[in-house]
């Protein structure tokens, strides 16, 4: 993977932004410690730092061009890009390096964004065209990517990590944004900045530079690429076997050390014994370690079974175990590299661990529970066998079948009475509450599901099964890229590139397009994924009947490191200086109350410190920063 970053000039020629887009690109260089380039041209300058999975000659630097008209600065892989070369070639084109960002340069020049198509990948692409004076960028179906972009009155800046506009303009807290409940209100292009929004999954935004007039619009519908789904259950274990088989062997190809982590839960386990089966078929010569990263802690059910596991495949684990220190410098650091503020150092401890082992691609099992359901989803997903029972009582009582009537009550109750169905409210999972009230301006903006991403899909998704509304709600509007993009972070933190075979295409199309019996039969949870897999699991991993990922550290309100992290930060006057009215949150902790909320309040000011800290720290990142030249 790499980081991406840019400025837009909207007014005169200004030649310090050459330096802060440098320095943009050095804040970020952990997505891309050994190689960097830029390109200043007319209104624009563009910047790259990269991790060389493909082709690590100083041929795949970038801003990329072969013919000094079109460029390209990608982050991220497409993982087919060998056909599609194959392709190209056979169209009279000529390939200088082996990346695929090559490739996709030439695909745009052929087909345009056409070319999105054929991508199977994650990936956030950028275009600058000379001839046509305009840039556009553009993301991934699924949106895995991060990527963001500010907006003023001088600038239209992007930016892989949020952190980066630190060098351009000090990111400022949105108080319309900062106080929604990111569990419930996680779909919004918004952000807890002000200015500061996403893009959205399979979108481009266009932008003639000349007029600066924007356009935004879908390249990828995921609604018209749905996979037909075969009656038969065991047809379609075959099938899913197969898919994730592939998408696994696909995401095999690096000029870099493959490895994995494994949790002993069904999603890494699936895909650890699957990379150990490639393994014993294929031969490949590949530099891959089986040996996987497992993360154990107090709280573990699973530890066990990963290393049972490992056991079983005749490969040697590597366990951590580590404690997050509570105070000031490592909750800002934190913070600043996840852009979160929840204790999650259980992920970047995991890929630090890697790196440490000379592992710069992790084959992990991120993405399935948002297709296949979790327990947490239970209730919504069963509004679809709720309605089908509400159809059936109405045709019985329409055609005053009494028989029918009676035995569907001797089976369901009072249920077989019931004649209104469920409907699917979207504002009833976005909470728009703002939990920082007492504490922020007066909100002026009511949101509702309108300001989300789910409105563009309202209408269509009217003619579709309650279950997927919800499940295309969870991995298409938010929820699902909230999660992909913390652990991109957590990953990149370290310059460890993750690759998931259950976010391949070919793979989490068809699971968004499999029936709900298919994922919840015979009472089991992700069913289907348990059954096609069963002949290469233990028991002990099939029979599993909870569900725990990596958690987040979490110590007592009460405890004394908190307490003193509060008072320390109270002191400083700085924390006067935002959105938030201080003088209110410090008398109201020495009163004993809203302690948990001011907490999360002073969290958020330990996460602007810790982009301030890597501002200030620059000075200790060196990157040859190069103009790039042109492919030829």
Known sequence: ?????????????????????????????????????????????????????????????????????????????IFNFKEIRIKLIKLGYKFISDSDTEVALNAYKEWGVKSFDQFNGDWVICILDKDENTFL????????????????????????????????????????????????????????????????????????????????????????????????????KEDFYNRIYDATKLRLDADLKIGTSLSGGLDSSVIFSVLNLIDSKENSNKSIDLNPVIVDYKESLTTKYAQDLTNLHDRKATIINTELKYNIDSLSYLFSQLEIVDEYNKQIELYKKQKSLGI????????????????????????????NLIDINKINYDFQSDTNINLMTKFFGPMAKNKNKAL??????????????????????????????????????ENFNMDFQYTFFKTHCG?????????????????????????????????LSLPLEMKLKNGKLKSILNDSFY??????????????????????????????????????????????????????????KNVDLIWRIVKYFLLKKGFQNRLRNISETKIDFSTVPTLN
């Open 1 to 77: 993977m790499c980081g991406i970053a840019g400025i837009i000039n909207k007014k005169n020629k200004d030649d310090r932004l050459l330096s802060v887009l440098k320095n943009m690109s050095k804040i970020i260089s952990h997505r891309g410690p050994d190689q960097a380039g830029y390109l200043d041209y007319n209104n624009i300058l563009l910047s790259h730092v990269r991790l060389p999975v493909m082709d690590p000659r100083n041929l795949g630097r970038q801003p990329m061009s072969n013919d000094n008209k079109i460029y390209i600065i990608f982050n991220g892989e």
């Open 137 to 236: 960028v553009a993301k991934d179906g699924l949106g895995t990517k991060p990527l963001y972009i500010y907006e003023d009155q001088e600038y239209l800046s992007f930016c892989s990590e949020i952190k980066g506009f630190e060098a351009l303009k000090p990111p400022e807290f949105d108080p319309e944004y900062l106080g929604l409940n990111y569990k419930s209100v996680y779909d919004f292009n918004g952000t807890k900045f002000r200015d500061i929004y996403q893009t959205k999954p399979g979108s481009i935004l266009k932008i003639n530079l000349e007029t600066l007039e924007k356009k935004i619009f879908n390249w990828f519908e995921p609604l018209n690429n749905l996979v037909s789904i075969n009656p038969d259950y065991n047809y379609n």
């Open 360 to 387: 710069d691609v992790s084959i992990d099992g991120l993405g399935p529970d948002e297709f296949l359901g979790m327990p947490i989803f239970m209730p919504q997903l069963s509004f679809t066998y709720y309605n």
């Open 424 to 461: 699917i409210n979207f504002g009833n999972f976005i909470d728009t509450k703002n939990y920082f009230s007492d504490y922020l301006p007066e909100n002026k903006k009511n949101f509702n599901e309108n300001n989300f991403t789910i409105k563009d899909y309202i209408k269509d998704l």
């Open 479 to 511: 929820f699902l890229q909230y999660f992909l993009h913390k652990w991109d972070r957590a990953s990149m933190a370290n310059s460890v590139e993750i690759r998931s075979p259950f976010l391949d295409k070919n793979v989490y199309l068809y699971m």
């Open 535 to 592: 002949h290469i699991l233990p028991s002990y991993i099939t029979g599993q009947k909870f569900k725990q990922g990596l958690p987040v550290s979490k110590k007592s309100i009460e405890d004394l490191s908190i307490k003193n992290i509060i008072l320390e930060v109270f002191n400083q006057q700085n924390f006067n200086e935002n959105c938030w009215d201080a003088k209110k949150i410090k008398k109201d902790y020495n009163e004993n």
